[in-house]
């Protein structure tokens, strides 16, 4: 059960102050937000860039909640194979040989958007130092006495 379906469902985006609603269907895994016009949710505020975010979804809390099937997400997936095994002498069962074989793609996959994000988040800590923005929280302080 590695297929997902397209899910409906309405973003909402307050952009320049005034909230942007878009009816749209969650088929590509993703929504891209920003001015450049082939976005899931083309924006039109300048403060805004061109590909100004990017979100990923993965699971389906509403429907989890209905007790609806979902697809297992990545850390579903990590979980069941950690959890069944960690106690357990007995062989890795196929099911359990699957979720891996699954969690390992599906995690070969992240690993260079989180890196990449990480990148980002990176710059954006070194732009606002040089810059000589206060002190936020997370950011780590260069400390010049």
Known sequence: MDDQRPTPGLITVFSAGEPVYQLTTFDRGAIELG????????????????????????????????????????????????????????APTATHRRNYEIASRQLSEFLPKLKAAADELRKLEEDAEAAGAPWTPGRIPVWKP
């Not at 924006?43 to 389906?60: F, I, M, Q, Y």
């Not at 989890?64 to 979980?79: F, G, K, V």
């Open 35 to 90: 001015r450049d016009p082939t976005s899931t949710l083309p924006l039109s505020d300048p403060g805004v860039s061109r590909h100004h975010a990017r979100v990923e979804l993965s699971g389906d809390n509403v429907l989890e909640s209905a007790q609806e099937p979902t697809p297992p997400t990545l850390l579903d997936r990590i979980q069941r194979v950690v959890g069944n095994t960690w106690s357990n002498t007995q």
